[in-house]
């Protein structure tokens, strides 16, 4: 499937992300304390994204522009998910304790 990512496919996938967060971390969902992070791309920057952002309340953790640096999730995330490559698991936690270590 082709499908050009504008502001209004990203608002939907939004409004999806949040209807879910809400059903599956409502503790977390409520009390505000997660953040999306957002990297310098047209549709992430636009005006109705930012308007349903704010609609929302939802927080943003903003990618530096023309940052020469890796991407947060390039420097944190990424190589703890490498050790999950071809692992299975039953749920969600399992993999939180195998990615952590614990």
């Not at 490559?85 to 304790?97: H, L, P, R, T, Y």
Request: glycine content about 2%; overall charge positive; proline content about 4%.
């Amino acid at each position: 499937m082709c499908q050009t990512i504008n502001a209004a496919f990203y608002q939907a996938v939004l409004n999806r992300l949040v209807q879910r967060f809400r059903r599956v971390q409502p503790e977390l969902h409520w009390t505000g304390k997660w953040m999306l992070l957002h990297d310098n791309a047209s549709a992430h920057s636009a005006i109705l994204v930012r308007q349903f952002l704010a609609q929302h309340r939802l927080a943003v953790l903003d990618h530096s522009p023309y940052s020469t640096d890796l991407a947060p999730a390039d420097f944190l995330l990424f190589p703890r998910l490498k050790v999950i490559n071809g692992a299975s698991f039953a749920d969600v936690s399992a993999i939180k304790n195998h990615v952590t270590g614990i």
